[in-house]
């Protein structure tokens, strides 16, 4: 009853809902890409966070215990995605792109789309790693706690899951080149001077 | 691809993410520098995922009520459990506060108001007559109630809550004494008997008997 809550000075569950349900909503949109539907993930979490929010004991804020909850769904449905093979493809439909700065946009999504759609092929517990490192920026001790598995499991997830990424890009890369027709950056030779990451900044 | 170029690819996005070794930066850079596909690969790394962290889905309000309408029925659910839970809290409360009111109460009938003159400990507090207790020698502020058994002779004790177990004890029928006067009776100052007196009354009833 929100009487209760309301005399502990709990948010009562609509409330933590409608607070944190935005954020939810957020984060499982970028775990799980531009092109691919999220509500029922999203009805997942908010069951459990209500399930389990008269056990919350306020030991860590709400917000992180949510956030540790919509990582334990996530990965779970990521599991299920990786054992179906059920990962989204480049014919799904796409979010509606404004006129202005389309082309930008367009190469943004197409980068973005990319990179999920490699990030959908990694094993699970290596996505999440990726995911959380390389795009949320979470550091590897965080991860390791969120996560509830070791500090080095953690690492050598995110090293493998880094390594296939990369091998799925390239790979994607090449057949793209091969379909065009000409494979301009398919020939071993000097690169380009400008062509460095921020590594190279260093 | 050349093994050069798989072992370099390995390490392109903990290079993009500024995470290598010196020593692992340099090899790599000097690869990229003499490799176009691994240097257009970076690119297309460093591309992805500058537009994963710049991306910030927005949040449709119209679809977010959707959502939360199709919360609804656990908020309910949730809500229903809340308010039994809420019930049994206050039948709870109110047993308990029926417990207090009727231990005062009791507490009122208990030698409370002999407190400040004498212990009460060792002293008759009963005279109905009854077939199994000849007599009973005290009972203290625990409730823990001495009586002499008529068959056996044996001091028994029993143990209880204030004046309501030795008031249950009399309703079980146990008590069989001598004139000695009780505390409805008498009062405290008439009462009052140490036990090894009212343990001689009882022998001496037993003789008269």
Redesign the interface.
């Known amino acids: 009853m929100a009487l209760i809550d309301r005399l502990l000075g709990r948010p009562t569950p609509e409330e933590v809902v409608r607070e944190h349900g935005p954020a939810v909503l957020r984060q499982l949109r970028r775990m799980f890409g531009p092109r691919t539907d999220v509500d029922d993930v999203f009805q997942a979490v908010m069951v459990e966070v209500l399930r389990s929010l008269p056990t919350f004991a306020g030991r860590s804020q709400l917000k992180t215990w949510i956030h540790r909850i919509t990582l334990n769904v996530a990965y779970q449905e990521m599991r299920l995605q990786y054992r179906e093979r059920a990962t989204t493809t480049l014919d799904e439909a796409t979010e509606p792109v404004s006129e202005e700065n389309v082309e930008t946009k367009l190469l943004d999504q197409e980068a973005l789309t990319l990179l999920y759609e490699g990030l959908g092929r990694l094993d699970p517990k290596k996505r999440m790693a990726v995911l959380l490192h390389d795009i949320e920026g979470l550091p590897l001790r965080e991860i390791s706690e969120r996560v509830g598995r070791p500090l080095q499991t953690v690492n050598s997830q995110l090293r493998a899951g880094r390594a296939e990424l990369a091998a799925f890009m390239a790979e994607r890369r090449r057949s793209v080149s091969e379909a065009r027709g000409g494979a301009s950056d398919a020939q071993p030779g000097p690169a380009p001077s400008n062509a460095r990451g921020k590594g190279a900044s260093r | 691809?050349?093994h050069a170029?798989e072992e370099q690819?390995?390490l392109?996005?903990?290079?993009?993410?500024?995470e290598?070794q010196p020593l692992e930066?340099a090899r790599l850079?000097s690869h990229?520098?003499?490799?176009?596909?691994?240097?257009?690969?970076?690119?297309?790394?460093?591309?992805?995922?500058?537009?994963?962290?710049?991306?910030?889905?927005e949040?449709d309000p119209e679809h977010?009520e959707h959502?939360?309408r199709?919360?609804s029925p656990?908020?309910e659910q949730?809500?229903e459990r809340?308010?039994i839970?809420?019930s049994l809290l206050l039948a709870g409360a109110v047993a308990a506060a029926l417990l207090l009111v009727v231990s005062i109460r009791l507490g009122t009938l208990s030698p409370a108001r002999d407190r400040d003159t004498s212990s009460a400990t060792d002293r008759v507090v009963a005279a109905q007559p009854t077939p199994h207790i000849r007599m009973v020698t005290s009972m203290d502020w625990d409730g823990k109630v001495s009586a002499i058994d008529a068959q056996t002779s044996r001091i028994t004790m029993t143990r209880g809550f204030g004046w309501s177990s030795s008031k249950a004890a009399t309703a079980e029928g146990s008590w069989s004494v001598l004139q000695a006067s009780t505390w409805r009776s008498s009062g405290p100052a008439s009462s009052s008997r140490s036990r090894p007196e009212a343990r001689a009354a009882s022998w001496e009833s037993r003789k008269a008997a």
């Open positions: 691809m050349s170029c690819r390995q392109l996005m903990a290079y993009v993410q500024e290598l930066r850079e990229l520098e003499n490799c176009k596909r691994c240097n257009a690969l970076k690119l297309q790394i460093t591309s992805s995922l500058s537009a994963a962290k710049a991306w910030a889905p949040v977010f959502l939360v199709r919360l656990y908020l949730r809500q809340s308010r839970g809420f």
